[in-house]
């Protein structure tokens, strides 16, 4: 039986598909890796730089993978064979569900960190009353053997659980209910954080420039990375996801609104954050343990702290599922079609390897903790590397170099709802010029094979 001829699953509505695609790219990235990246690059310069790269290079790539999804209505590896058979296109379909497979693997083990605290928090709050604090906790917990892999399978479970139902009752349904949620508990403690001591040194923080931060070319690296990061781009979710919409749709403007309500969501993440940091004394660039060792203890010392960190673990935990959703499904997209195999059954056995796949990078803090794979780096931040600073981009320079080289331009501005327009021009040639060169200086940078 050829799977392209079988009925294709559809959103129910335009809006779904968007709180969908919205749910793709806010998560873990928006709130927890957004605000200490912004912290440790500078945070109003680095916000600049990182909503540029969005303007520039994110929005137009995210527009060429609506593209491509919703012409061809199959998965990501599907669509580049459909539009260009035979030609090495493709590849960017490959390194996408690669790319799945990868970040889902140590994504999980960080969200199923977030659950851990939501359930602390459920309780009343983790002991960090000792002598180490938040600190000790932090490190006892996920040093640990068992607990972090019990952690990371629940989450895993849940969100095989909403694959395996399908894209309208699962999916669409699932980003229904997780995304207005998510942005009536951001606003909520956002608003809250605002009234905290440490407010104006925080706005000052993340919208007054230090202009000499733009003189780091590590800034733009860490800029680009983030908005391919947040945005989900170059691992085929949003190709996937596209293939799903009906063909009347108009692209654009659903375009826009994703990378917008995205942009918009990060920074209302770092107004909830910064305020509560600079009020307590923590230093903006605490690095990763900015959510998980430095809040725990501004929760304990706030006035309804216990609600605070109820709050925003179960807000952070809701944002990986939606995205940890969406990075399945591309996996699982494929190998249903490849293999003929049921979404079902589809769903159990890929989410089953990946959950496997990740348990490295659980015991990678523990057990495996002196195992380092690129460079000094250890198991979860080489996944981080290997997916975030090489697979994503690259991925997204294919896609980029596809709309604007590989694909007749009266089709692709035809496919995009552009038309032949001034601005179905102009998108174009930023993705047959501007992006790709931009994405290949970061990347020959961030992989040290030039220097500045």
Not at 38 to 64: D, H, Q, R, T
Not at 399 to 412: E, Q
Request: aromatic share 16%.
């Amino acid at each position: 039986m050829n799977t392209e001829n079988r009925p294709r699953e559809q959103w129910g509505s335009r809006l779904g598909f968007m709180l969908a695609a919205l749910g793709s790219a806010v998560g873990l990235g928006n709130i927890w890796r957004f605000s200490y990246v912004a912290g440790e690059s500078g945070g109003a310069a680095f916000i600049l730089i990182y909503l540029f790269c969005i303007a520039a290079i994110g929005l137009p790539i995210l527009m060429a993978e609506f593209t491509i999804g919703r012409r061809a209505q199959l998965d990501v590896v599907g669509s580049f064979q459909k539009i260009s058979p035979g030609k090495p296109w493709v590849l960017a379909g490959y390194m996408g569900v690669a790319s799945a497979f990868i970040i889902l693997s140590f994504y999980g083990v960080i969200a199923g960190w977030s659950m851990f605290y939501f359930s602390q928090y459920v309780i009343g709050g983790p002991d960090i009353g000792g002598e180490g604090g938040s600190l000790d906790f932090f490190v006892n917990f996920h040093t640990a053997t068992f607990a972090p892999i019990l952690w990371q399978f629940i989450f895993m479970l849940i969100t095989v659980g909403i694959v395996y139902v399908g894209v309208k009752r699962g999916i669409e349904a699932s980003n229904k209910i997780l995304m207005p949620l998510l942005a009536i508990l951001v606003l909520i403690l956002a608003g809250y954080s605002m009234t905290l001591e440490g407010a104006s040194e925080a706005l000052n923080f993340l919208f007054t420039p230090d202009w000499s931060a733009l003189t780091d070319p590590s800034v733009y690296l860490a800029a680009l990375s983030q908005a391919f990061f947040s945005l989900s781009l170059g691992m085929g979710a949003l190709i996937t996801y596209g293939s799903y919409l009906s063909k009347k749709e108009k692209l654009p403007g659903a375009a826009v609104g994703v990378a917008s309500m995205d942009s918009l969501f990060a920074i209302v993440a770092g107004l909830m954050i910064f305020p509560a940091v600079f009020t307590f004394g923590i230093a903006p660039d605490s690095g990763p343990g900015l959510v998980f060792i430095a809040l725990p203890d501004i929760f304990a010392d706030m006035s309804f702290g216990i609600i605070y960190g109820l709050l925003f673990f179960f807000l952070l935990t809701a944002a990986a599922i939606s995205s940890g959703v969406s990075l399945l499904e591309v996996a699982v997209a494929y190998f249903m079609r490849k293999f003929e195999w049921s979404r079902q059954m589809t769903s159990v056995f890929i989410g089953t390897i990946i959950f496997l796949i990740g348990i490295p990078s659980s015991l990678g803090f523990g057990a495996l903790a002196d195992v380092t794979i690129l460079g000094e780096r250890d198991i979860l931040d080489s996944m981080d590397f290997l997916a975030s600073y090489i697979f994503l981009p690259l991925g997204g320079m294919i896609i980029a170099l596809f709309i604007g080289w590989g694909w007749k331009k009266a089709d692709a501005l035809e496919a995009s709802n552009f038309g032949d327009t001034v601005l179905g021009n102009i998108w174009l040639w930023i993705v047959r010029i501007f992006a790709p060169l931009a994405i290949l200086i970061v990347f020959l940078y961030s992989t040290g094979i030039v220097t500045f």
